[in-house]
């Protein structure tokens, strides 16, 4: 009887600690099953069920990623944001759809994008700030306020964020695609598609809504 009460016990336990590790990765976080991923992302904003914006924008998308070196990072601090904003010192930086010559390896999708290619569409390079955060850890951060209402309004979105393996192997994660091909042909680009093309890291999938 005492070994089937340890049994029991021993399997609630790791039950618990299956769920908590899938809720880790429903607000974004690095999941456990990426332990060996050689970058690390998460989402610190929107959180998961968020409801974001004050009329279909304002909100702002907030992650941090840690690397094996800042070098491998390839980035750079940056500063920028629409029409006369961009490339103006002191951290100059472009500011349209597509990939971040700041943080190069960087993949941001919403799947209720209206912008470019859609939801197949990088969204790295309209992200505002960036900055070196801890030398530690080497970890940065990327921050994006939200300034039209291009990714739906009263909409239920999914923000996938991921840093693209190292595919030229140059030792520095900078391939990052513009457009994320659609692997299975079925119009939707999700965590399939990005493991086809290649990631680095743990896939960061966080549900929200987006405000009226």
Do not use: C
């Not at 042909?185 to 987006?210: M, Q, T």
């Amino acid at each position: 009887m005492h070994m089937r009460t340890m049994l029991i016990g021993f399997a609630l336990l790791t039950l618990a600690a299956a769920s908590a590790a899938g809720a880790m990765a429903a607000t974004g976080k690095p999941a456990r099953g990426n332990a060996e991923s050689p970058v690390k992302v998460q989402v610190l904003a929107p959180r998961s069920e968020d409801v974001v914006g004050k009329a279909s924008k304002g909100f702002i998308v907030d992650l941090a990623a840690q690397y094996p070196s800042l070098a491998s990072s390839g980035a750079d601090a940056q500063l920028t944001g629409p029409a006369a904003h961009q490339n103006q010192a002191p951290f100059p930086g472009a500011f349209s759809p597509g990939v971040d010559e700041k943080i190069p390896g960087l993949i941001v999708l919403l799947s209720t994008s209206g912008v470019g290619a859609r939801n197949a569409q990088n969204l790295a390079n309209l992200f505002n700030l960036t900055g070196f955060t801890n030398q530690k850890t080497n970890e940065i951060w990327d921050t994006w306020i939200i300034g039209a209402p291009s990714f739906g309004r009263n909409v239920r979105s999914v923000l996938r964020v991921a840093v693209a393996a190292d595919r030229n192997k140059d030792g520095v994660f900078n391939d990052a695609p513009g457009v994320v091909p659609d692997a299975n042909h079925d119009g939707r680009i999700n965590a399939v598609d990005l493991k086809a093309y290649g990631v680095a890291s743990n896939i960061a999938v966080v549900p929200f809504r987006i405000s009226d």
